[in-house]
């Protein structure tokens, strides 16, 4: 699981005693497990104080969905989906918030209301111009690997060697933030999982997180209720709770720090146990 210190604005989180829980909320009116739940202030706000009183380390906003064959929306619209909830919860959640966006636009805003994190399913290469933020607000951020776009990324993913090609592309995006004056304990990388990947492409990623600790940065896996999850059980997106904490066990076996998930009190009771043993 690697010992890591993560910088997230005022923030300083730490995965040496705990794997960390980033809760998800989504503010969309079409998210493949949760779209339309949350899609109002006074809910959205609710659940965020839920899921930190029920141990997210995290909570995670997200105003566009990313499940495959989605259609992305502008800037306008993601903003006023995100910041009502975000000029609520930033006073009140105790935890950081980080905020699910491809946009600089967005990430502008989110940052100076008070948000400490970007989670970027592109790594920075929607908008490049992001990274500028990240290092002078000293934000947290997530590089995730995508195969493609949300539009077509299950369109046939192929990959010579899963594991290999997405670790070095995580690594050459790493390679590339710094370079701009991020530091690396600003950075968190996400294998993506269910991005342009088949369920045996998703099986492999957590099967062998092992492989990349050389790359000296937490492990953030977000496996919560996938597709692929439904390719062994064939259970429906909202009852795949056994299959989403036995892959966040083993993810966190094979050296995850972080996992994003719905269900965190669920989640936050199994991992207490997983942590007890793997750091036993």
Request: charge should be negative; proline fraction near 5%; include cysteine.
């Amino acid at each position: 699981m690697g010992q890591h210190i993560i910088r997230a604005g005022s923030y300083t989180l730490s995965t040496a005693s705990k794997t960390l829980i980033m809760g998800i909320l989504n503010v969309t009116p079409d998210s493949f497990s949760d779209g339309g739940l949350y899609d109002s202030p006074d809910k959205a706000v609710e659940r965020a104080l839920e899921m930190e009183d029920q141990g997210a380390d995290l909570i995670d906003i997200g105003g566009e969905s990313s499940r495959p064959f989605s259609d992305g929306i502008s800037a306008t619209e993601e903003l006023g989906r995100i910041m009502p909830i975000i000029d609520r919860l930033v006073p009140r959640l105790k935890v950081p918030i980080s905020v699910d966006t491809s946009k600089a636009e967005v990430a502008r805003e989110a940052l100076q209301a008070g948000v400490s994190m970007i989670n970027d399913i592109s790594a920075l290469t929607v908008a490049p111009q992001m990274v500028e933020l990240i290092r002078d607000f000293r934000a947290g951020l997530v590089l995730m690997h995508m195969q493609k776009t949300p539009q077509d990324m299950q369109v046939q993913p192929q990959y010579t060697n899963v594991v290999l090609e997405v670790k070095d592309y995580l690594a050459e995006r790493i390679h590339w933030v710094c370079e701009q004056g991020v530091l690396p304990e600003q950075i968190i990388i996400d294998p993506g999982i269910g991005f342009g990947k088949t369920a045996m492409h998703n099986l492999q990623l957590i099967n062998n997180l092992n492989h990349w600790t050389e790359l000296h940065r937490p492990i953030l896996i977000g496996a919560s209720r996938k597709s692929f999850i439904n390719t062994i059980l064939e259970t429906p997106v909202n009852d795949r709770l056994e299959g989403s904490l036995a892959a966040a066990i083993m993810a966190v076996v094979r050296g995850a720090g972080l996992v994003r998930v719905h269900d965190v009190k669920e989640t936050f009771r199994a991992l207490k146990i997983a942590d007890a043993i793997v750091r036993a």
